[in-house]
């Protein structure tokens, strides 16, 4: 390899020292990479392989020491050369870097003379040991009860970290579950309501008022649906399945209906394909909203002059259910993405339609809570079709 090719891996906080040492080996036709921290270094190892590591052993985190050690257990730089390049010179410091796995030890200030010449060496093959074996062996174990110690200490700060957290998701549970019950409680008011005007039942209304009530509704419905998700999504961890017997044609009718007035609304085809399913067991609730928000997300992102469908297939030892539409489909690298909370394709479709991110993530869960499967296939700007496998004898 020419010395325009070798290229040197620095892992060093300081961007003084950064820049010094590109100048100096740079002029010399090394290709240096700089790491700021540790992991970095260890991440630009394991992507390129360097002809020599220069390490700064002071490096805050995980320090030289640690980073050398690792860098050292990688299989394609077991003969690359690493060298401590530091400030530390006290007593015993150029022999613990060695024994965590260097094989030099250059001290700061950086010589500009010296450094080009001092790298060379190491490359051509140099390595520096500790002297005397029973002094590296005492070092060995003081640096492996150090190494526990830090280890020790990170478990309990993970630890610590972790209880803090579960605390934290407890009390936004409580939060989220305390507003959506707050906030439901007026909906159902308004709602009703609205239901009324529409009825005729709080007197006739004029033309403009009707369409005024339409709109009013269907917001109101909208925000109904985010509350409900928002609130089925905080009582999926510790919500029981109800499992009973239930016939999915009929558990879904109402539902089927309502959803073929909406696409009517939005100017879209609805067709619908189920005959009578034999009975099952399943969570009738759940099962309900797994279609509504497979069938909601098809609705939602299906513009119009579009076509939505429903098929439920009836199988002795498993129910299929099948939505398919022609919306503005789905990217291959975010398929998988989709079914987590609050994930929402960032698309100019997505910030126009409502929605918290949490339809999808409820739909896997109930699948998978009943033992089944649930896939997509989606071609960008054709549509997408989402696949539920329910097995006939639940599984929770």
């Not at 100017?267 to 034999?278: E, M, N, P, R, T």
């Amino acid at each position: 390899m020419s010395e325009a090719q070798q290229k040197i891996l620095y892992v060093e906080d300081n961007p003084d020292n950064q820049r010094l040492v590109q100048r100096i080996m740079g002029a010399r036709g090394y290709l240096v990479l700089i790491a700021e921290d540790g992991p970095e270094g260890v991440a630009l190892a394991r992507e390129t392989l360097p002809t020599i590591v220069l390490v700064d052993l002071g490096i805050p985190g995980l320090d030289g020491y640690e980073t050398t050690t690792r860098l050292r257990s990688m299989p394609h730089l077991r003969d690359v050369p690493i060298v401590a390049l530091t400030a530390d010179s006290s007593p015993g410091a150029r022999e613990r870097a060695l024994v965590a796995g260097c094989d030099g030890y250059i001290v700061k200030p950086i010589d500009a003379r010296q450094l080009p010449q001092l790298v060379a060496e190491f490359i051509d093959g140099r390595r520096d040991k500790v002297a005397a074996p029973a002094v590296e062996v005492d070092l060995l174990r003081a640096y492996s009860q150090r190494l526990v110690e830090r280890l020790e200490l990170r478990v309990r700060e993970l630890s610590a970290a972790n209880a803090e957290l579960q605390e934290l998701d407890r009390l936004k549970g409580q939060f989220l579950s305390s507003l959506s019950h707050e906030l439901r409680t007026p909906l159902t008011a308004l709602m009703g309501y609205l239901e009324l005007f529409d009825r005729g039942m709080l007197g006739e209304l004029s033309e403009p008022q009707r369409d005024a009530v339409v709109v009013m509704r269907r917001s109101s419905e909208t925000l109904a649906q985010q509350l409900n998700n928002l609130l089925y999504f905080q009582e999926l961890r510790g919500r029981a399945l109800n499992l009973r017997a239930l016939r999915p044609t009929e558990a879904l009718r109402p539902l089927m209906a309502a959803m073929q007035e909406r696409a009517r609304a939005q100017g879209l085809a609805f067709d619908i394909q189920a005959g009578d399913a034999l009975p099952m067991l399943a969570d009738g609730e759940a099962f309900e909203q797994l279609a509504r928000s497979l069938l909601d997300n098809a609705l939602k992102f299906t513009a119009r002059g579009g076509r939505v469908r429903l098929t439920v297939h009836d199988e002795p030892s498993r129910l299929i259910l099948r939505i398919e539409d022609t919306g503005q489909g789905i990217e291959k690298e975010h398929l998988q993405k989709i079914f987590l909370p609050f994930y929402r394709v960032e698309t100019p479709q997505a910030f126009i339609q409502p929605g918290s991110g949490l339809g999808l993530a409820i739909a896997r869960h109930i699948v998978e809570a009943h033992g089944g499967q649930i896939t997509v296939r989606s071609t960008p700007g054709r549509g997408s079709t989402f696949t539920v496998v329910l097995p006939r004898t639940s599984a929770p």
